[in-house]
């Protein structure tokens, strides 16, 4: 099981991004989905969470600008960035709660992007 995202890029302030993240692999079911950022010198913070029943949660930082969303047929969450600030400048990171079959077995592991940077320009 990977986790593949894309989006990332060099905007604007005031621009836009959408991120994307896609889960492949052996996947019989995908929990909670998220997007993480880590900037430079400080700690990875979340930025938004999604549950499987479509629950969402932001951080106070991204409320009214980002949207978080997924589609459960395509193991994807997505994560729309409007009215960016050079503070939103960060490596953003996917993660989601996924239960796999091994062959034999069900199991259920938390799995990490490999991460994609978001530049704001001011």
């Known amino acids: 099981v990977q986790l593949q995202a894309s989006g990332g890029g060099l905007v604007e302030a005031g621009g836009s991004l959408r991120l994307s993240c896609v889960g492949v692999g052996s996947i019989f079911r995908i929990d909670g989905m998220g997007w993480y950022r880590q900037a430079p010198g400080k700690q990875r913070e979340l930025v938004a969470s999604?549950?499987?029943?479509?629950?969402?949660t932001y951080a106070d930082s991204v409320k009214g600008r980002f949207t978080i969303s997924r589609n459960n047929a395509k193991n994807t969450v997505y994560l729309q960035m409007n009215s960016l600030k050079p503070e939103d400048t960060a490596v953003y990171y996917c993660?989601?709660?996924?239960?796999?079959?091994?062959?034999?077995?069900?199991?259920?592991?938390?799995?990490w992007g490999q991460g994609t940077q978001v530049t704001v320009s001011s």
């Open positions: 999604i549950t499987s029943g479509d629950s969402t």
């Open positions: 993660n989601a709660e996924v239960t796999y079959y091994t062959g034999l077995m069900y199991n259920r592991n938390d799995y």
